[in-house]
């Protein structure tokens, strides 16, 4: 899972969840003229609650932000994970209005005093409500609000320009890997008392090479790029279904143009065509 692929409504999601989880141990009633050893439940001892708001809200946050992670979301029932995580919010949200309206259920009906049980909606209720309410916001707004779709954790920068002599670092989805040229020491560092310099002197660098002139017939270069906001990768078939996700602050491989498009390969070896290359940031 790929935290970076994280937008900032998920941010708010994820937020939300963990304020419905502490509204579950507060007290769900409040009552007057209640003795201080009164024992009022919380939501963990209340059937409807905890299942209607509580387990809800934080099970359907936690599919938005899985579909959201992984590189290819799981279907149920022939859709995504998100739409799933989108109604159990929005159904958690009302359930908790519902409680608020009448927090003690049927009960308010029953004795000489019907229709008044001296409950009425306590601190659990009422912080449970303002969760799942900015749960379900953040959940709908995220793919229609440009400043929610934004990544929750900004890219890493390219690594600095190494100094003369210093050895690139990296891997495998990072820029600048390679190799020490044939006939030039590890590191890139000439050393003192080779043939035709004294013993002590500083060695001078060699002069960089001028930059090497495309070929002629407009051959492409692979490169490195890193996108700035999730973009998906279609199959090179041209089918309309994502093989993956390509998440802000990892680097990419391009490995070919076609027209304005690029083919990528993941880190996984997996190969595909980024339709969206606005904006990209080159390695």
Do not use: C, H
């Not at 660098?205 to 990768?233: K, T």
């Amino acid at each position: 899972m790929n935290i970076r692929s994280l937008t900032r409504g998920d941010g708010v999601v994820i937020g939300a969840a963990v304020l419905l989880l502490i509204a579950s141990f507060l007290d769900i009633y409040s009552i007057d003229g209640a003795p201080d050893n009164y024992a009022i439940p919380n939501a963990w001892e209340s059937g409807p609650v905890l299942m209607g708001v509580v387990l809800a809200g934080i099970i359907g946050a936690a599919l938005i932000v899985v579909a959201r992670g992984l590189p290819q979301v799981p279907k149920v029932a022939g859709l995504d994970l998100g739409p799933f995580g989108i109604a159990f919010t929005v159904f958690a949200a009302w359930s908790a209005l519902a409680n608020i309206f009448d927090p003690a259920g049927g009960a308010n009906n029953i004795g000489p005093n019907a229709g008044d049980s001296g409950a009425d909606a306590g601190t659990g209720l009422i912080l449970a409500l303002i969760a799942t309410l900015a749960l379900a916001g953040a959940a709908v707004a995220t793919p229609l609000v440009p400043a929610l779709k934004g990544p929750l954790l900004p890219a890493p920068k390219p690594a600095a320009p190494q100094p003369y002599g210093g050895q690139p670092q990296g891997g495998y989805g990072y820029p600048g890997a390679g190799a020490p040229q044939p006939g030039q020491p590890y590191g890139g560092q000439p050393q003192p008392g080779q043939p035709g310099q004294p013993f002590g002197t500083q060695p001078q660098p060699q002069q960089a090479q001028a930059p090497q002139a495309q070929p002629s017939g407009g051959e492409f270069s692979p490169f490195w790029f890193a996108v700035p906001v999730p973009r998906p990768l279609f199959a090179e078939d041209g089918s309309p279904t994502p093989i993956a996700e390509l998440a802000p602050g990892t680097w990419y491989l391009a490995v070919e143009q076609r027209g304005p498009s690029l083919v990528a390969q993941t880190q996984d070896g997996r190969r595909g065509v980024l339709q969206d290359t606005s904006g990209i940031q080159r390695g």
